[in-house]
């Protein structure tokens, strides 16, 4: 049987669009669930699937700009809210989704797409790379602490309400988002309805209400956390840990005072932060790193929808050239050998230096990983001695890739 997969037209084609991935868990988005998610996906970003007159699947693209290494933005598409119905599985319906949505995305000019894998098994065979880790941290409240030979406290934190936290907190953010690579963009329809919005229907069991803490320094709004109490029963025994949602800081002096007043809060037994990045100084900072629980886990994938473009748009540790014969099977228009020189990536007939495929490029594109490990991986072959480690010094990073939230 031939299933057709279109952009969406309206409303009540991205409901049950959206709603194809919302069957595993549980969710059946309703009028207003839809309305407002409309605001950050319109229909025409998302995909659906039809089986005759039935939608079976989807699959959505955010318009975000993405932070790269340079710093630079380069407009990328946010992959997100991507399901087929159980009743359609394994009859090449994603496949056919993710077809249209890629050819989509190059038309739009998005020269790069990105997401977080629910299971990342899949994204690998449509060109996706891992590009960076992140890390979970559990700390109890006991052992919470900042180190000696640290400065003293500094500054003030208060709780501010949703109209204030709109007014201060993304302009943070956004300071932070232009010289970290991995954050995207976020739109103020994105605070109200993702980051700020509070719905008590939205909560998960035993969590309480969204906390907003503005920290200021010599005065002035240096830096922000978002978070909140959660209590559960661990064998009739009541429990309270704070889970952190976002916490920054302008500086090192903002965010290792917007952990401290994290950590001094009372009535509370454990921390708890997700998608941190692997080089966090709190690492560093803590009293005792070794009560600190961290795991680490797969963070964003990234795909080069058009490798030059894409190369093109970010920026480069060291002068220098190197030649890239790229395979991409899913998108045969990136295949071929492309030189990279002066920041700018051309074709060329020039012999190469390394073999890779497309997704080798995305694990490599935010600095979160090195042509050598992935040569050490077999994932990448060297054609010319000492390649990988002069790509290495052009694509270098001083800081870990980061986004800082699922989407």
């Known amino acids: 049987m031939a299933y057709r997969v279109r952009r969406c037209r309206s409303l009540e084609e991205l409901g049950p669009a959206v709603g194809a991935i919302g069957h595993y868990f549980g969710w059946v988005p309703s009028t207003e669930d839809v309305e407002r998610f409309s605001k950050l996906l319109p229909p025409e970003r998302m995909h659906a699937a039809f089986d005759g007159g039935d939608i079976v699947g989807g699959s959505g693209a955010f318009s975000f700009e993405l932070t790269v290494p340079g710093p630079a933005a380069v407009p990328c598409a ?238 480069y540790a060291a002068d220098g050239r190197v030649t890239f014969d790229v395979s991409d099977a899913f998108c045969p228009w990136n295949a071929g050998i492309w030189t990279l020189a002066s920041g700018v990536a051309r074709r060329t007939t020039r012999a190469p230096d390394l073999r890779l495929d497309v997704s080798s490029l995305g694990a490599v594109y935010l600095g979160g990983f090195s042509f050598a490990q992935l040569v050490r991986a077999g994932l990448v072959q060297e054609a010319r001695r000492g390649a990988a480690a002069r790509a290495d010094a052009m694509f270098a990073s001083d800081r870990a890739p980061w986004c800082p939230e699922m989407f």
């Open 78 to 315: 946010g992959v997100t809210v991507v399901g087929v119905l159980p009743t359609h599985r394994r009859r090449g319906i994603l496949s056919r989704m993710m077809r249209a949505q890629l050819d989509d995305v190059r038309e739009r000019g998005e020269p790069v797409a990105a997401l977080f894998a629910s299971e990342e098994v899949i994204y690998g065979r449509f060109g996706y790379g891992m590009a960076s880790l992140t890390l979970a941290m559990s700390l109890p409240r006991a052992s919470a602490g900042l180190g000696v030979g640290l400065p003293g406290s500094a500054g003030t934190v208060r709780f501010v309400d949703g109209p204030e936290a709109l007014a201060s907190f993304p302009r943070i953010y956004d300071r932070l988002r232009r010289e970290t690579p991995g954050f995207m963009s976020r739109s103020r329809d994105w605070w109200e309805s993702r980051r700020l919005h509070d719905d008590p229907d939205d909560r998960s069991a035993g969590a309480g209400p969204l906390n907003r803490a503005l920290l200021e320094l010599d005065g002035r709004p240096a830096g922000y956390a978002l978070f909140r109490h959660v209590r559960t029963e661990e064998s009739g025994a009541r429990k309270h840990r704070l889970q952190v949602l976002e916490a920054f800081g302008l500086g090192h002096a903002a965010t290792r005072e917007i952990w401290r007043f994290l950590f001094e809060i009372d009535w509370i037994e454990e921390i708890r932060a997700r998608l941190l990045p692997v080089d966090h100084s709190l690492q560093l900072q803590v009293a005792r790193i070794g009560r600190m629980d961290l795991r680490v886990d797969h963070g964003l994938w990234v795909r080069l929808v058009d490798v030059g473009p894409a190369l093109s748009a970010r920026g």
